[in-house]
Structures are given as structure tokens and as C-alpha cells.
């Protein structure tokens, strides 16, 4: 029995120390596992950090190379540099514009301080130049490039910088969005190139008419005297639009002046007075008439300008003349000056989005007035000018119109002349007076239609005011009348026979086959 319990003792020591042995060895795996699986880890989280570095850093050749290397530094950031050889000594050329550190004797960094261009001189032992590279400082691009494809998912933006400016490259669908980005990237420097192409068909043709229709009417009634002397010389008159020296007062040619015949009255007839005295002083003799008048008049007026513009850019069209104005100078000189009439139109469209389109416009329709006159130095009498003009913005879509403007303007006078005190008696009064009543409307509207306009492709014929009719023969412009006659389409491929006056003859090259155009 004791022997047993010393066996037994001896026994249970030996096998603990087995299972503590396994427990240290299970342990042992357990941590080396884990120190590999955490290395593993920590190597695996190192490695982008140095390839980030490793590319954070440009390599420079010194020597190498006949040109001269180049490093960019976007102005106020940093930017390691490493060279090819070993240095002892850096310079820099212009300290405003960068800042260059030493790091190691192959590494340094650069700072941009203000938008320019530096050279930095690297030296060795003994002061031997290695190698020379030029640092531009310029703005930060990439920053922008940032925001433009946030803002702008849709369009292709190519940002870089180009001797201390911005260049913004790429394509767009629409002028908007490129205004848009030009505005932000002014925001990072004041100088871009716009080199970005739109995509959408840029080009505008705007179709403006003026309208104008002008009733005319006038009315006169009365008794006109008329002077003449013992020789039939004529004196005078009262009640009609001639002086004393029986010339007509000169009336200007437009339509304006309906019923101006009829209320002489308004143009300066001979005072009572001075027929009075005449007849006092040499005699004469007083002839009557009676004048009834009425006349009425309509005047259409069109004028249509069309006029094709880019997108952004502004447009002049004139369709009229110059006339000239003296103008008096110093010491009596006197200048001419020209002043421009006629049917203008001026115009800068901006496409945006949905084929919408933004307008700044300047339509104009002027002629000479004479009937409205300034007397210069000289006896010189200067017309003046019938204006219609507009100035305005608005937004349509392609292919809509719009009233921009309009006038509805009603003008009406009346004027009496009569003999002093007969002329106020009742009944007897009205042969001694004359009345007249001119009324005049105008009205007025102009209307613009924008559209985005393509070019006709190669070879396409463009419609022409002339291709519709063809110049008169002989027979047809001395014998009928007619000045042109209507165009007959040509058939291609059968011979015309030759007629007397029938047109011009045409020869084609393919096959000989002629065509006569009627």
C-alpha cells in the first residue's frame, strides 16, 4: 500500500507537468500567431502611407537632361522635390515668389508664396553646380477641378494653369454653364482662358418687324380773298398758303400733311391788315372763292430685319443712310457731321438651357422729317428725324414671338381764321371766315421672333428674292409692259426647242442636252 501511494505520488507530478507543458506550447503558437497576424496588419496600413509619400515626391534630374526640369507648386502649398545627386547647397532666384528647405542631401521642399515663375540653382562639393530647375507658382487647379465636377456633373471640364493663368479647356452643353464656371474659376484667380467648346448649336437668327399703319384726315370749309393789283399783279391772300409775292409756301413731300392746302390758316396767310392798307395806298381788286376740302389717306409701313448672332456676341444691322449736319465751330468754322437713318437693329442673344433663349435688343426705324426743321449758322435749315426705337431684355423659347413694344397715338387739330369783327356776325360772318380739321392715328407694334439657326449643309441652295421671277424679254417689256416674268422650273434631260423671245439658251455638259429658262 505505501509502495502503491509512493507510485501513485511520484506519478501525478509528471503528468501535470506534461499538461502544463502543452498549455505553454498552445500559448506559444496562440502569440506568435498573433504577432505575425499583427504585423502583417501594421505592414499592410504602412505600405499606402510610404507609396503616398513616395508619390507625393518629384523626382528632378540635374544633370541628366539638356532641358531644364520644371516643378509646379500651387501657391500657398508645399511640394517635396527629390534629385537624382547629392547636394551641399540650394539657391533660390527670386525669394518673393517661392521658399525652398532642405530636407536631406538628395530632398527638399519648395512653398509657393505668389504666382510667378524662379529658378533654383543646386550645388555640390566645392561649390560645383549641379543642375538648375525652374519652380512655377501657380494657382491651385486642382481645387477647382474639384468644384466644377461637383457643381457640374454632366459637363467635361480640363482645368490646368498656363503662365500665371487659369485655362479651363473641355466642352458644354449650353452657354449657361459655361458662364457659370467662368464666374467660379475667376473666384481662384483673376485671369482665365476660355477655351471651352458648347456643344449646342450657338447661333441666333432674330426676326423683328416693324409695323406701322397711318390714317390720315382732313376737312376745310370757307371763303377764300384774293388780292391782286391794277396790273394783275398778285398782292396777297387771306384764307390760303401764299405770301405776298404769290409763291406757294413750300410743303415737304410726306403724307403727314393731309388737309394742308385746306387750312392755310396754319401756314401763314397775309394778315387782314396788310390787305387793308394796299387797298388804301394803290388800289386793287378783291377776288372771292369758296374752298370745300376733304381728304383722307392710309399709310402701311414694313420693315423686317433679320439679323444671325452668336451666342454672347452682339450685332448691328443698318439698312438706311447718312445724312450730313453742320455744326458750327470756333472762329466761325463750321463741320459736318453725320447722322445715321434708316431700319437698324442691334442684338446679343445667350442660349440657356431648354432651348431658351435670353435677349438684349435694340430695334430702331428712323426717317428724315422735314416738316421739322432747325435753322444753322448761314441760312442753313437741318431736318430733323422720325424716331421708333426700343430697348429691352426678355427671355424666349425657340421659335416664339412677342409684342416688345407698341404705340397707339391719336392727333387732331383745328384751326378758324376770319376777317376782324365780320367774321363773328351769325350767317353773314361764315363768308368771311374759313375753318379747318385735320385728324391723324397712328399705330405702332414690334415684334420679335428668336431661333436657333444652323447653317445649310454642302450644296444645299439657299432661296434668293430673284430666283422666283427672271428679268422681261423685248417683246414682253416694250409690247406688254412687264418688267419681269414669273420663273419656269428647267427640265433637265429633253432638248428645248429654240423660240423668239423665250429666254436664254443653256448648254449642258452631260451629253449635250440644252435647256431653255423662260
Request: net charge neutral; aromatic share 6%; glycine share 10%.
Amino acid at each position: 500500500m505505501n509502495g502503491d501511494d509512493t507510485i501513485t505520488t511520484a506519478t501525478e507530478p509528471r503528468s501535470s507537468q506534461r499538461r502544463a507543458g502543452r498549455r505553454r506550447t498552445v500559448w506559444r503558437s496562440l502569440v506568435i500567431s498573433l504577432a505575425a497576424a499583427l504585423g502583417a496588419t501594421l505592414a499592410t496600413a504602412t505600405l499606402p502611407l510610404v507609396a503616398g509619400a513616395a508619390q507625393a515626391q518629384k523626382v528632378v534630374q540635374l544633370g541628366g537632361s539638356k532641358r531644364t526640369a520644371a516643378v509646379t507648386v500651387p501657391v500657398g502649398k508645399s511640394q517635396d522635390v527629390r534629385t537624382d545627386a547629392p547636394f551641399m547647397e540650394v539657391t533660390l532666384g527670386d525669394p518673393e515668389i517661392a521658399d525652398v528647405n532642405p530636407l536631406t542631401d538628395q530632398s527638399l521642399s519648395i512653398l509657393g508664396k505668389k504666382i510667378g515663375t524662379t529658378r533654383v540653382s543646386v550645388y555640390g562639393e566645392g561649390k560645383k553646380l549641379v543642375g538648375l530647375f525652374d519652380v512655377e507658382v501657380s494657382y491651385d487647379v486642382s481645387a477647382l477641378a474639384s468644384e466644377l465636377a461637383q457643381r457640374f456633373p454632366g459637363a467635361k471640364f480640363r482645368v490646368s494653369s498656363v503662365n500665371g493663368r487659369i485655362l479651363l479647356a473641355g466642352s458644354v452643353q449650353d452657354g449657361v454653364t459655361l458662364d457659370q464656371a467662368l464666374s467660379i474659376a475667376r473666384q481662384f484667380g483673376p485671369e482665365v482662358i476660355n477655351a471651352v467648346q458648347v456643344a449646342a448649336p450657338q447661333q441666333v437668327l432674330l426676326e423683328v418687324r416693324f409695323v406701322e399703319a397711318t390714317r390720315s384726315a382732313g376737312r376745310e370749309l370757307g371763303v377764300q380773298w384774293n388780292a391782286w393789283s391794277e396790273n394783275r399783279r398778285f398782292i396777297g391772300n387771306v384764307g390760303s398758303d401764299r405770301t405776298a409775292s404769290g409763291l406757294p409756301v413750300p410743303r415737304p413731300p410726306t403724307f403727314g400733311n393731309v388737309g394742308t392746302a385746306a387750312a392755310g390758316v396754319l401756314s401763314g396767310g397775309n394778315p387782314f391788315g396788310f390787305m387793308v392798307g394796299s387797298l388804301l395806298l394803290q388800289g386793287m381788286q378783291i377776288d372771292v372763292a369758296l374752298n370745300a376740302l376733304e381728304e383722307r389717306g392710309l399709310v402701311r409701313r414694313l420693315a423686317e430685319p433679320n439679323l444671325v448672332a452668336l451666342s454672347g456676341d452682339t450685332a448691328n444691322f443698318l439698312a438706311g443712310g447718312e445724312y450730313p449736319i453742320p455744326v458750327s465751330g470756333t472762329l466761325g468754322q463750321i463741320s459736318v457731321e453725320y447722322k445715321r437713318y434708316g431700319v437698324s437693329l442691334a442684338f446679343t442673344p445667350t442660349v440657356l438651357g431648354g432651348s431658351v433663349i435670353n435677349l438684349k435688343i435694340e430695334p430702331e426705324v428712323s426717317q428724315i422729317d422735314r416738316t421739322t426743321t432747325v435753322s444753322v449758322a448761314n441760312g442753313i435749315s437741318v431736318p430733323g428725324l422720325t424716331v421708333r426705337r426700343a430697348s429691352t431684355t426678355l427671355e424666349l423659347r425657340d421659335g416664339q414671338s412677342f409684342a416688345l413694344a407698341g404705340l397707339l397715338q391719336n392727333d387732331s387739330s383745328t384751326a378758324q381764321e376770319q376777317l376782324p369783327w365780320i367774321g363773328d356776325v351769325p350767317v353773314l360772318g361764315a363768308l368771311f371766315s374759313s375753318r379747318s380739321y385735320i385728324k391723324k392715328e397712328t399705330d405702332l407694334v414690334i415684334i420679335v421672333t428668336p431661333r436657333l439657326a444652323r447653317p445649310a449643309r454642302p450644296g444645299d441652295p439657299l432661296r434668293t428674292p430673284l430666283d422666283a421671277t427672271v428679268p422681261a424679254n423685248d417683246l414682253d417689256l416694250f409690247a406688254g409692259g412687264k418688267s419681269e416674268l414669273a420663273r419656269t422650273p428647267a427640265v433637265r434631260g429633253e432638248t428645248a426647242a429654240l423660240r423668239p423671245y423665250t429666254g436664254h439658251m443653256l448648254e449642258l455638259p452631260q451629253g449635250g442636252t440644252h435647256v431653255v429658262l423662260q
